[in-house]
């Protein structure tokens, strides 16, 4: 049993520009082209200051290069050193009055005349981007009112996002009316969504009201959205794994709301056999990844996390009632309710003990019992409940923490001991699981093909 970095997960942002999308396997089973706030730590002005600060470097570097100056050279080098200083300090409005006022400079007049023509430059530039911008914003509101008079919420919520995103103020977009409209709607429709199973509805809803609130002054709401979007991504990453087919279908279906390409029929792959994914997986495995993450991961939060987090898996794994494509048992609200009650009982208990009661026997004590429950309710194979445990575990930690499992030990391997040979090509199953060549890796015979 080893303890291993998983890879970090990417995603998509937001720039002043609209919305950028890049593509991720890792984050979820099922990645949106979504946008995301892109938070540089720089307001616009001190972005433009930045700018300024190398121009400012080129006037001074010809200043000194000029030789020893005499008295009227110091003027192009105090202003360069002013106005330099100004840049650092973000102090914009010094900045536009020296560029308005360049150094009177014999000396250095060369200098100051290049200098000029690249601030005339800088300020057209400026001047256009903020005309495409705003010219840009105005057809996303317009888009938003018009999907929203067509009752289009999904196009209405993302146009609602890249108006945001090209507005000045992310904070103004709420004053909006229409914006508070789209957000009720939103609101209201989510549960539907899930009720109905559509878990990938669901995601993409709440992953554009987050967007919303990112980077806002509505942390409040932001968190909770974050929180429940985290619901359904894992949700949607036990599709992935449990019921392929029925994530098709919900791809299928995503595709005809977007108006995309359709994607065909499902065809099965063996890379989706669950039982793969549970093979050889025992008791044993799991406690020892557990006491090694209680007692050596980073933070030494101990047993509590791990053990909350397991049982949150298994909630999460049952009350997803898609997965009944591969647990028919899924489908008996009783059984599925009997064993819920059991995993918040055993939460529950968790939040009375004291930090010192925990130790590998309750460990061992909590999956008995989950192991006798489970049988006399949903009844799923056993090395699920162990696997989803851990997995869950793993998950109050980091992004970076997982358990290779029997069916990752051999890749693991491979990755840390291994050589690796072929043509050098990176390839993926896209969504109608047919094989795609993703791009060549640098420096093998395919790159150079």
């Not at 495995?285 to 090694?292: E, H, I």
């Not at 997803?320 to 647990?327: G, I």
Request: a negative charge; glycine letters at 6%.
């Amino acid at each position: 049993m080893f303890m291993a970095a998983a890879d970090s997960p990417g995603g998509g942002f937001r720039s002043q520009e609209g919305i950028i999308s890049t593509a991720s396997v890792s984050s979820l089973a099922d990645p949106l082209n979504q946008p995301q706030h892109l938070n540089t730590g720089l307001n616009k002005p001190m972005k433009r200051l930045l700018f300024v600060v190398p121009l400012c470097a080129s006037l001074a570097l010809a200043a000194f290069v000029a030789g020893e100056p005499p008295v009227e050279l110091a003027s192009a080098q105090q202003w360069s050193t002013e106005i330099w200083s100004s840049a650092l300090n973000g102090d914009r409005d010094a900045v536009d009055k020296f560029l308005s006022a360049p150094p009177k400079d014999g000396l250095a007049e060369a200098s100051v005349e290049r200098f000029q023509k690249n601030v005339d430059q800088y300020h057209a530039n400026e001047t256009k981007a903020v005309s495409a911008r705003e010219e840009a914003r105005t057809k996303a509101v317009t888009e938003m009112t018009d999907h929203l008079a067509a009752n289009d919420l999904s196009k209405a919520l993302r146009a609602a996002v890249t108006a945001q995103t090209l507005s000045d103020n992310l904070n103004a977009a709420f004053e909006d009316p229409n914006v508070q409209k789209i957000i009720a709607w939103a609101d209201e429709q989510i549960p539907k969504a899930e009720a109905d199973r559509d878990w990938l509805l669901a995601q993409e809803r709440l992953f554009y009201l987050r967007t919303l609130f990112e980077d806002t002054d509505h942390f409040d709401q932001y968190t909770k959205y974050d929180d429940q979007l985290d619901w359904v991504n894992r949700r949607v990453s036990l599709l992935a794994q449990y019921a392929p087919k029925r994530l098709h279908e919900l791809r299928s279906l995503r595709a005809e709301r977007m108006g995309e390409k359709a994607l065909g029929e499902y065809k099965p792959s063996k890379t989706n056999d669950w039982h793969e994914r549970v093979k050889d997986v025992r008791p044993e495995m799991l406690k020892a990844a557990l006491r090694v993450a209680a007692a050596e991961h980073i933070e030494t939060a101990g047993w509590r996390p791990l053990l909350r987090g397991g049982l949150e898996e298994l909630k999460i794994l049952s009350t997803t009632a898609s997965l009944d494509e591969a647990f028919p048992s899924l489908a008996n609200a009783d059984q599925v309710n009997a064993w819920v009650a059991k995993l918040d009982e055993e939460l529950a208990a968790l939040g009375t003990m004291n930090d010192g009661d925990f130790d590998g026997f309750t460990c061992s004590k909590l999956l008995d019992r989950l192991v006798t429950a489970n049988e006399a309710t949903v009844q799923l194979p056993r090395a699920v409940i162990y696997r989803e445990f851990g997995d869950g575990a793993m998950y109050e930690l980091d992004q970076f923490s997982e358990i290779i499992w029997p069916d990752k030990l051999s890749r693991f391997k491979q990755a840390t001991e291994g050589a690796f040979v072929g043509v050098g090509i990176l390839i993926r199953h896209n969504d109608t699981m047919d094989i795609v060549v993703v791009n060549p890796l640098e420096g093998t015979p395919a790159y150079f093909g």
